[in-house]
DNA sequence: CAGGAAAACTGTACGGTGTAAAGTACAACC
DNA sequence: GGTTGTACTTTACACCGTACAGTTTTCCTG
């Protein structure tokens, strides 16, 4: 007479690919933070040391989220021009990590990559290897992209909430001005010419950054 | 009668500054990790709960910390050119975040700006400013800038170790290499053709990227 | 089919975390 | 002297990741 049908939880109930997914999807949920152990067990009708049967430790849960991210990410086409690749794999990125914002901080300091991260990286090295860029070009462009992607999805994900614009940012702007209006003339200047005016949405900074970019290794191909 | 403090932990032996100063000072020898409550204040003599007494909570001691960071970075004088300010800046602000790991991922979540944060940033956008760039044209720069500098230092901050290159770089490349060695040529290709060539250093990549940001800020100037 | 080994999951526990609440000692002012 | 306020301590709670030792259940072998 064991009492419960009711709650499953059979023995091959869990997988690491459920685990996974229960965990990603909580951590959207809860938006920037990743769930505990305890949380996560509970969601799936376990205890939490059942957990360490799939994973070794919680960081390498963590790895195979971030994984999972990177698998969201759409690659350049084979053969593609590098600069549309680049352009779609930048502009997926950072709709990725607008739809897993707890990502934005767990992407770089992931020492073990997945399959998925490194087929990312082969592909976009490979799209600019393909498209006339050397060795040590598409090294700089790279390091370029990749920093300014990332560095982007961090300042969009520490919005205050969204980053439509709108109330938020005219609560941040007051927040400045009681602080100290005069003593900041620029940041006040800038929040009510520019932050606050009606159509004004921080996103869109995006693509100018990144034609700007784009442009940039546009002229260095040849020389790098 | 005068009486000075006999006993080492008298009763205002603690300040907001003394706790900051400790707090940068333990997070810096741990690396990546800023000190727990209890481990601070063991460091000033004193039971963490005496820490409230000073900050709301932990968020107003990280506030804290990262303010003394701004204010470690230097800011381009005012008048001088907006190039060689933006390059000023920006060098130091890498050369910051290296000396402080532990901020790269606190920089941008802290949604109190301390003084010192303000004050650089309106250094920055008068800098600019200044020197001919419209408010949407300092806008779309300090976007574009901010973006490449946090995104640098995060990868840099994320590097096994120390940017020097070396043994980490090849333990990683061996890492790779054991995974799929042919499943991801281009990745194998920048492995041994660039990253473990002798003169290597990531840190390297950081002028580079830099300028071409810069040049585009030049070209676009007039335009913005 | 028996039985044993391996795999999947549970129970309990430990040392850590941030911090709420209440208590205690001391300084300064009426 | 008494009151009040400040600085700090004590205690406690809820939560965290996870080590370690069971307890099943499944599956392989004889």
Chains 1, 2 share one sequence.
């Not at 592909?123 to 560095?151: K, M, N, P, Q, T």
């Not at 932050?195 to 693509?207: L, S």
Request: proline share 4%; net charge negative; with cysteine.
């Amino acid at each position: 007479m064991t009492d419960e049908p009711a709650t499953t939880s059979a023995r091959g109930s869990l997988s690491r690919e459920k685990v996974l997914a229960a965990a990603v999807g909580m951590a959207d949920e809860a938006g920037g933070a990743v769930p505990s152990t305890r949380k996560l067990a509970e969601r799936l009708g376990v205890r939490a040391m059942a957990l360490y049967h799939h994973f070794k430790n919680k960081d390498e849960l963590l790895d195979g989220m971030v994984d999972l991210v990177f698998a969201e990410v759409e690659l350049p086409e084979p053969g593609s021009p590098w600069r549309e690749g680049m352009r779609l794999r930048a502009g997926s990125m950072r709709a990725a990590l607008g739809r897993h914002p707890w990502a934005v901080g767990l992407m770089d300091s992931r020492l073990n990559a997945g399959t998925a991260t490194l087929r990312h990286h082969d592909a976009v090295l490979g799209c600019l290897r393909e498209d006339g860029f050397s060795v040590a070009g598409a090294a700089h462009s790279i390091s370029l992209l990749d920093s300014y992607v990332y560095g982007f999805a961090i300042q969009e994900a520490a919005l205050p909430f969204d980053a439509a614009g709108g109330d938020d940012m005219e609560a941040l702007a007051a927040g400045i001005m009681a602080q100290a209006a005069e003593a900041f003339p620029y940041l006040a200047e800038i929040a009510v010419e520019h932050a606050m005016r009606p159509g004004y949405a921080y996103g869109d900074e995006f693509a100018i950054g990144l034609d700007l970019v784009l442009d940039g290794m546009e002229r260095n191909r040849a020389a790098w």
